[in-house]
């Protein structure tokens, strides 16, 4: 597995390099590097004017470390998430939308259908989307739990809540 590394909100932008005050909103956003993913947060002056180039985004707030953290996880975003990712090749990114499939299975978003294998001879899971007949298709790269648990840490600290 590829070392995947995404940082917690620092409290600056990282367009214009303003300090983001404790419980101003700002935009987290997952970009596009050479070494893979990375987490960027932008002021909303930033945002607005200048646009940047992002793979996703989601609007929050910069959390006071004294408060409590909260747990509540926008669903519509870990589909959009999920969504986003279904035609990507590189390994990070299939290792990312699988613990996000079995994140929305525990959410009971998805119900496991049945299990086949590709031509590539790669482990595909059929997930049938509740509340439709529709199905998505994931790929199990076979991680271990530790790289589950990381992987599930790491998208924990990205939308800043316990997963």
């Known amino acids: 597995m590829a070392d995947w590394e995404i940082n917690k909100p620092i409290g600056q932008c990282a367009g214009s390099g303003k300090e983001i005050q404790y419980g101003e909103e700002y935009y987290g956003a997952l970009v596009q590097t050479e070494e893979g993913l990375s987490r960027c947060d932008f002021c909303m002056e930033y ?15 910069l959390p006071d470390p004294n ?32 613990v996000l499939a079995m994140i929305l299975m525990r959410k009971r978003f998805f119900k496991y259908d049945e299990t086949k294998t590709n031509d590539d ?19 199990n790269p076979h991680l271990n739990e530790e790289q589950i648990e990381l992987l599930s840490s790491q998208l924990g600290d990205i939308l800043q809540t316990d997963i």
């Open 47 to 61: 945002w607005q004017n200048e646009k940047p180039a992002v793979f996703c985004f989601w609007k929050t707030k």
């Open 67 to 98: 408060e409590k953290k909260q747990l509540f996880i926008d669903d519509n975003m870990l589909m959009a998430f999920f969504e986003r990712l279904e035609n990507e090749t590189d390994q990070e990114k299939i290792n990312f939308r699988f």
């Open 121 to 139: 001879g790669n482990e595909i899971w059929r997930l049938r989307v509740v509340g439709n007949k529709s199905f998505v298709e994931v790929t």
